[in-house]
């Protein structure tokens, strides 16, 4: 059943607003900015596509080159994670994969939102030790749980 779903079943009205609760609380010990977007279904490599996203969403104009995606394909079950160059720099290879295999744990076992919020706040706990928050920040990218239609 799940692999009909789309991106907006995917994720409810209630688990959006979990989910952007947990980036603001994730972006007041950081200056990196998160974002998750949603979409159901793609061709292309998963990767490939969320770098496609990213720019799309504006989210290499971050001050530090901080931003991280979350990209879900829903239908596909395909998920990339997504660091700025700014990021890249300092997190481990690995670590971004762990991401991806945390959530695709959840998403297996239908804790769509549950996998988001603890994924939000790992990658939160690992930009606050890079990137601390900082007296002037601002948020640079919107908290919002963003959908792609396609
Ligand atoms: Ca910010
Ligand atoms: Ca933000």
Redesign the pocket.
Known sequence: MSSVLTADQFLDTSGRAQVREAIGAA?RRT?G?LRVHLEDHIEEDVLDHAAYVFEELGMHRTRDRNGVLVYVAVADRQVAVLGDSGINEQVPDGFWTDVVGLLKLHFAAGRHAEGLVEAVHLIGEKLSSFFPLRED????LSNEVSIGRR
Request: charged share 70%.
């Open positions: 972006e200056s900015e920040d601002t948020d640079e």
